[in-house]
């Protein structure tokens, strides 16, 4: 019974909430897919535009994804699609091979999403889903906030009216010089308008002024963004401000999203491979940091492979609709849970919004100016620029921060892909080099009780006979080494020492380069008439070293306590 | 003064050893120094042709290289020099680019020498000496068999007179499949006689028959690579057997080592800097490891960083003087050991033999048949092959089991630095993947003890308001999503629960994400109303946490002991 229902979790995960829904779930999903959709609308298009890539394909990215991922997917309620961080590197993976916009951009555009889709898929099937997760937060947040700066440069050139190169802040700054002079003065002083509504006017709606409206008013600011795009839309139609020189996005194809497989040709495919290997790993850290924080809150269960399926499964769906990389997006999951969300049915039905969006009202956006899309995009983006963390890294742990800043200059001064390469691989060397310079302390006994501690540190007993060392860490080929230098030191500065003891508490796993340096330590320092103890080995440990010779060559013994050990083997000194 | 004597050491260590040396420790030197010098001179010769190189080269990388350790490096008794591994790895490195033994080919091997020897002196002065400690001992020991087959199957063309490429088993049997039916007869009988001479004599002199000869036994087994040589130049000399088609070693330039700047090309550094990258990393694993076997028994100290600017400096003598890469030898500094060498003048005095030998006696090797070489070189590599390794790491770890029999493959069936590098990258992930699955327990009380255990394996006490959990492993961004994962699925399956406690006995460190994972579990628990708990906190950890937040917002409290901490929060439960 148990093994059915597992099974049926396995296969059909929707089984789950769709098992016992009802009216009144119903009526909350409906609510909140329109609340989603009115920041889905403007969000997708523009994100669309980020990833260098036509408008509709933005809308294209919310259906097919979110549908899969709500039968698929582990969360309730995590909303998939368009992404900026996702579409920014969409962009820097497609740009050195095609011209942004053309039609074989958008193929590959489709190609890199099955690939994405392709990798999350069969790392979740193999359980691979750790090898996903080798990024750590200082690296992911310090990429997003140097991003972020990148996204808004990217955005500019629609601002000004001018083409602008946004790859790096080298590229940037040496692009602004050359066309600043060139700069539509109308476009900017509208881009600018569209910004300070966006960022203002959320500030004075929610001021203690206009409280009247209450709950009301923060769905307001929610929809600000479309008000804006319609406002707009309506300067553009009635008061033809295009005539000005203010860009609009023209003429979007209406339709169904096109059913078909992108162009599968391999030499394009092992040209998008690493692009689509970064994004994969980062669209997964982003889908799944969202989802556990809602499972948490559903006390639901979350697996890291399932979600990787998922996720993978819903590129795939991406990939063969016309549509560009997708993953889980926070600020309107963060819309659709605070909505009342009951289940993924949310997300079915605003997609099912979506599909009549761009069926029959895909005209209404033909007059939309580029300028207001690049200002949403700038809005709310410039949120995520945020300094603080630097410092608070900094403060807590000097590896993590350097890291940190590693990865933010990595990806300003040269590009995304590299930047966040670089960071990851800084973060591997740090994690190394702390593990091959491990905390090791002669330690000797707090007089009165049964405790050890650092000699350097604390006033304690220590015997001229008996060496204590205590380790803090696994002990592995990267630091066994050290261990026996320290204690070849320690050898070479006393002639009388009879007794080494390693108090193994902090010891979980002894891997096979140890064990030989320990096996190797014990012989040298039998041959010197020194015996080699080891005390308060872990079960677990104790079992690995069962399959060795260790135990039977050891010249000492294997004590359960470090105060047993020292007090047998010197007991004038350690009483 | 403890600083002028530490001063002393650090700039000119020889001082340690010169300072007090006497007649009687000449004396011990001087006998060392002439054994050493019979095993060294057919094995510098022979593993010059392993390198691919004219015999005298070897001769030339025991001179200055070993003077240079001599006075700078830590060891008293390690014999610098030649050495069969790193000479492969000369060959594997400069083969692709330049015909094996033309002049170009040779002025390349110096510059890998220098190239070699900078990298380390560099790495060492900047104490980036554990970098290079990378290499897990189940990779070097796969590394050193797997390669000790190639040389033995690169060999096989002296025996046979054929051009036979031994890059990588495939490449052997095709072209042994092409050239065996060409075949020189004389040459191969001769080799064949050559390794059984080799081989079995030193059983046969081992043996009890003769065991009258008591320990002078070891030193003519030692002597017995050069008993051959000067047999076989006599039977060429005599007998003219070279008429029968047996190659001989051919005429040797004599004299003093050419004191020469290798020629120094950009570009050519390019392409030879990652084989000198290899090599700089292969040997200093060889030369520490022996070192340090020494050291122990000699009770002085050895210091990694100082070890690795040694052996840079003396493959820079190797470098400017017409040598190639070298690094301490097992045999030769055991036989140096064992023959009671008391300090590195030993080394001085047998390169000072071998200038002798290589400005008066090279006319000598003119007429040593290249088949006695290649037997040598067989037979002495050929006791490196051994499988036992491989059975006893599989039997203690399946992931160094793994990484061993990757690496064995990969230098076997594709080439030497190809499988060492990947063997090296598989030790990493399978570190990565082992710290990315920590060991995570629940844990409850044995009754009638203060002591925990896990509750799948024992008989405990357990509460369904609390939640105990130990997890055997430093929290990292590698691992501290598995212990949410852990938390998240035990809070799904328990609506009772009103406290987590994490046992942090095991915990040495904590890194930024693994903190901030905890602090958002922290506030998670809290709208649930779960409290979360630490205990047995360390005292380095404990200073870490002081800089973060998390000691005031969590919602639970820090407790000594984890007995403490469940008796406080369920007293019924746990009396």
Partial sequence: MADSQFRTRFF??????LKDYNQSKFKSDLLSALIVISLLVPQGMAYAMVAGLPPITGLYA??????????????LTLSIGPVALISIMTFATL???????????????????????????????????????????PVIKSFIIASAVLIAFSQVKYLLDVPLNADNIGEFVKSAWEYLPYTNINTLIFGVISILFLAYLPKILSSTRIKFLGSKAVFIIKALPLVLVFLSIGLVYFFHIDLYGIKTVGEIPSGFPPLTMPYWSWDLVIKLLPGAVMIAMVSFVESI?????????????????????????????????????????????????DAGAKTPMSGVISSIFIVIVSLYFTGLFKQLPLAVLAA???????????????????????????????????????????????????????????????????????????????I????????????????????????????????????SKNPYLEHVVINCSSISNIDLSALETLEEMNAE???????????????????????????????????????????????????
């Fill in 12 to 17: 059909f995960p929707a089984w789950s909430w």
């Fill in 62 to 75: 919310s259906i097919l994804p979110m549908i899969i991922y709500a039968f698929i997917g582990g969360s």
């Fill in 95 to 137: 740009t050195p091979f095609f011209e942004a916009g053309s039609p074989t951009y958008i193929q590959a555009a489709c190609l890199l999403a099955l690939l994405v889709g392709i990798i999350s898929f069969v790392l979740g099937v193999l359980r691979f889903g750790f090898l996903i997760r080798l990024i750590s937060h």
């Fill in 289 to 337: 940091s969202i989802a556990q924080a809602t499972a948490f809150q559903q006390r639901s269960e979350l697996n890291s492979n399932q979600e990787l399926i998922a996720l993978g499964l819903a590129n795939v769906g991406a990939g063969v609709t016309g549509a560009f990389p997708v993953t889980g997006s926070l600020s309107r999951t963060v819309v659709n849970a």
């Fill in 376 to 454: 949403t995009i700038i809005v709310s983006i410039w949120k995520l620029v945020d300094f603080k963390p630097f410092i608070k890294t900094w403060r807590y742990s000097k590896a993590d921060g350097i890291a940190m800043w590693i990865t933010f200059f990595g990806v300003l001064c040269l590009d995304i892909s590299t930047g966040l390469i670089i960071g990851v691989v800084s973060t591997f060397i740090l994690l190394l080099w702390r593990i091959s310079r491990p905390h090791i302390a002669v330690i000797g006994l707090v007089s009165g009780t049964q405790h050890f501690r650092n």
């Fill in 456 to 491: 350097n540190r604390h006033e304690v007993l220590t015997s001229q006979k008996l060496l204590s060392i205590r380790i803090d860490e696994n002990l592995t080929f990267l630091n066994a080494n050290n261990l026996k230098e320290f204690i070849i030191s320690e050898v």
């Fill in 525 to 575: 320092l039998k041959k010197l008439k020194i015996a080699l103890h080891l005390s308060e080995v872990k079960g677990p440990v104790m079992d690995r070293l069962k399959c060795s010779n260790l135990l039977n060559e050891l010249s000492g013994a294997i004590h359960l306590s470090h105060y047993q050990a020292v007090h047998n083997l010197d007991p004038t000194t350690y009483k």
